[in-house]
């Protein structure tokens, strides 16, 4: 099969949401070329240790790649993909220059792309995250291992939007709680929480395709296998229950609109987890949270990037 790639050049805050209007067009596969990758570079202990200097980047900026089936309208893909781009500086996003274009794609550059680009990756102290054409051991006697086919994942671990929210899982679990994962995309938060010792646990997504590439990677991993995953566009389609924890790893302007809800699937005394807070827009999520009795417990910084851990106290405490 014959394939094209669309290339979006954007900036680092554009990353996720670019990615996901690719996805959300048919792309099979989504690769990411960002200059601020290097201050995120962390060898996992197996993979043979390169100077961070000897590295090959990009000086400035990002690009976003599509990969898609040739025999596709790329003309009216390409457009639609323009005026969506060009709308997300209307969610405080800054995506230029934002140009769209298109290449081809030989066969056997296409079979080897991913892995050029994905290696298994220590992203926190206890989750390795490795894609799956790889053989890798753990090293540690506390280290859980994630496989992914990076081919099909939207948010796949490399992203310091996804660090921080797998840093706040191992802060919160302590086992056997439910979980709901707002937005899951590739699934790997969900499956995080489930190798930390988390025990229900639901995958969202309003994307059937990321569902569907969620689903993909929860069966290479055998410990999340009773992992639920449905669509739903934030919480219109979720079961009226209660979660102990809550992951929400999205871009603040939907954060905006889940918070004032998000109390109705909360338990008393659970926790809120969530991402993809750029840096300018950390303290009006605060207030958000404030407004609704949520108390921030922790908030951490990675780059430009904001996670924060609130608590929905029991009243009755």
Excluded at 234 to 255: F, G, Q, S, W
């Amino acid at each position: 099969m014959s394939w094209q790639k669309i290339i979006v050049e954007t900036q680092t805050e554009s990353i996720e949401a670019i990615s996901n209007i690719l996805m959300t067009h048919g792309a099979e596969g989504v690769e990411i070329d960002d200059s601020a990758e290097l201050d995120y570079y962390q060898p996992s202990d197996a993979t043979v240790m390169v100077k961070k200097e000897d590295i090959i980047h990009r000086l400035n900026g990002a690009a976003v790649i599509g990969y898609f089936a040739n025999g596709l309208d790329l003309q009216s893909l390409t457009a639609s993909i323009q005026i969506e781009v060009n709308q997300l500086s209307d969610f405080g996003l800054d995506a230029h220059p934002g140009t769209v274009t298109v290449q081809s794609v030989a066969d056997a550059d296409w079979a080897t792309e991913w892995q050029k680009y994905y290696h298994p990756v220590r992203v926190t102290r206890h989750i390795t995250i490795v894609p799956k054409w790889e053989d890798y051991q753990p090293v540690q006697t506390d280290e859980q291992v994630i496989v992914l086919d990076p081919g099909m994942a939207f948010g796949t671990g490399t992203h310091p939007t996804t660090k921080l929210m797998i840093q706040a899982l191992e802060v919160i679990v302590r086992g056997g709680e439910s979980v709901i994962d707002l937005g899951t995309g590739s699934g790997v938060l969900g499956i995080a929480a489930r190798l930390l010792g988390a025990g229900e646990i639901l995958g969202t997504d309003i994307d059937e395709v990321a569902v569907k590439s969620a689903q993909g990677n929860v069966d290479l991993n055998p410990k999340a296998a009773d992992m639920t995953l449905i669509v739903s566009d934030l919480l219109k389609d979720v079961p009226e229950k209660k979660y102990d924890i809550v992951i929400a790893n999205m871009l603040a302007e939907v954060l905006d609109m889940l918070i004032p809800n998000v109390n109705d699937i909360l338990q008393p005394n659970g926790h809120l987890l969530l991402s993809g807070i750029y840096y300018d827009k950390r303290d009006k999520i605060i207030d958000a949270l404030t407004e609704q009795g949520l108390v921030v417990e922790q908030s951490t910084k990675l780059g430009d990037w904001y996670g924060i851990i609130a608590k929905l106290e029991d009243e009755e405490d």
